[in-house]
């Protein structure tokens, strides 16, 4: 019988299938960090019970860590606890860590793929929404929630209900300026933040296939901003170049083995999807967001859509979220202030997303009123921005190059947004309150996230490129 490539790799992994029950699910890989892992160690403690394959469970510091100065004692009493916890729990129960001061410290969802532990063909799980990143290779990886990363921890394994599948493909050509963050933005804003909802999303078609590893992770990352479970793309030469030789990636006759299976990862040709839609790459302009929901995008250049064409049931929501941000129905953001640009988070702080804005800002400085963090996802990625001299390039344009975390993504550690002010993030939520008390976030690509720095202002790229 054919199959989509989410049934291969489900039905590979089921350890128990019982009519009316969900299926017991073997997890491959956990991986940890320090906000949603503490009360799961306390449940092991009270049980008295180990984990039960340490050896499959990797953890990192990420949420909770300063951007500056790491190499002094966090400043934030809640953050310091819940960072050394995190030491504490992985030393008293045998889990490798990469923490602050360690050369693989980073983002969750960073430092797996950089690392080769993220694999075409695994169960992945982390608690943490944006699990969903590790799907470019291939994997089946969703974020979970504390109890489910206790039963992890206790048993390698979930109680997991097979889910509905939907294929979205994206043929043709890209326009100058539009990367893969305008994709899925505008995916997401084409669907709605709950089009998801339920179904695990196979990417496919023409545009996807020619964008790089780093460029799938960040669609496969915002999987979640719509609903949905969690989202993949069939591994294929792009991806096993990227794996081959890295850190914990199968070496030599494991390799040839795993690349045989691996090339057999993808949907037969007859598959049968729940759902399918289909988006044509050379539609897709800048995209930035004007509202509270990812969904709430829009091409660069277009007007904030009027509040009467909304449903009547859902016009009171939508003008709150615009009075949030300080917009008007029917007009543009272009030309908007800016005060802050955020280049971060797990959705885009790889290097190329570092190398794209470096290449863009060279030679150029930031408008004068406008502070631009730049946060590399891992100390891996930071030293190679180093390495390659990004970093003068950064320095030369007044950009702050900082420490990795995920900083500014979300106000659980120092980087915080002012209340008011408004920030051109390359992260992936724009929740009020997401980036600080009453910070107002405008998602957007790496690209148009230098443009407003050079600027100062919500900048079309496409006019400077
Ligand atoms: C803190 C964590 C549980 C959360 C998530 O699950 O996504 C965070 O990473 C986020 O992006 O909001
Ligand atoms: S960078 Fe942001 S979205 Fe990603 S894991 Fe951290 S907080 Fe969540």
């Known amino acids: 019988m054919s199959k989509t490539l989410v049934e291969k790799i489900w039905d590979a992994h089921v350890v128990k299938r019982e009519e009316g029950f969900p299926d017991i699910l073997y997890i491959d890989t956990h991986l940890i960090h320090e906000v949603t892992s503490p009360q799961a160690f306390d449940g092991l403690r009270k049980r008295g019970i180990p984990v039960f394959r340490p050896k499959q469970t990797v953890a990192t510091a990420d949420h909770n860590v300063p951007t500056l100065n790491q190499h002094l004692p966090i400043k934030e009493e809640l953050s310091r606890y819940q960072v050394d916890m995190l030491t504490k729990n992985c030393a008293e129960f045998g889990i490798e860590l990469y923490g602050l001061g360690h050369p693989y410290q980073g983002i969750v969802h960073v430092i797996g793929p950089e690392l080769g532990i993220t694999l075409p063909g695994k169960t992945m799980v982390c608690g943490d929404s944006h699990t969903s990143t590790h799907g470019a290779f291939g994997a089946i990886a969703f974020g979970i929630g504390t109890s489910q990363v206790e039963q992890v921890f206790a048993t390698q394994c979930l109680l997991q209900s097979k889910p509905k599948t939907m294929k979205i493909e994206v043929n043709g050509t890209l326009q100058k300026g539009v990367g893969a963050k305008d994709i899925i933005l505008y995916i997401i804003s084409k669907i709605s933040a709950a089009g998801g909802t339920g179904y695990f999303i196979e990417y496919a ?261």
């Open 205 to 465: 078609g023409s545009a996807i296939r020619s964008l790089s590893m780093e460029a799938r992770m960040t669609i496969c990352n915002m999987s979640i901003e719509m609903g949905a479970r969690g989202g993949l793309i069939a591994p294929d030469q792009i991806t096993f170049d990227y794996v081959e030789g890295r850190e914990f990636a199968p070496k030599g006759k494991e390799w040839d083995k795993a690349l045989a299976y691996w090339k057999t990862l993808y949907s037969d040709e007859d598959a049968i999807f729940d759902k399918v839609l289909t988006f044509d790459a050379a539609d897709i302009a800048p995209m930035i967001t004007y509202g509270t929901n990812p969904g709430m995008g829009m091409g660069i250049a277009e007007h904030i859509p009027a509040t009467n064409a909304q449903p009547e049931s859902e016009r009171p929501s939508y003008q709150k979220a615009l009075d949030y941000m300080g917009f008007k129905d029917d007009s543009t953001v272009l030309g908007n202030r800016v005060d802050y640009v955020f280049i971060g988070s797990c959705t885009n702080s790889r290097i190329e997303d570092l190398r794209e804005v470096a290449s863009f800002v060279k030679g150029k400085q930031k408008a004068h009123d406008v502070e631009v963090w730049i946060v590399p996802g891992s100390k891996q990625v930071e030293k190679q921005a180093k390495e390659e001299g990004l970093d003068k390039i950064f320095e030369a344009a007044g950009f702050q190059l900082r420490e990795p975390g995920c900083s500014a993504c979300l106000g659980m550690n120092e980087d915080k947004i002012p209340a008011g002010k408004y920030c051109v993030s390359t992260s992936n939520r724009n929740f009020e309150g997401r980036q600080g008390p009453n910070a107002r976030t405008m998602l957007v690509s790496p690209l148009t996230a230098a443009a407003a720095a050079v600027t100062g202002k919500v900048t079309d790229v496409r006019e400077l490129i």
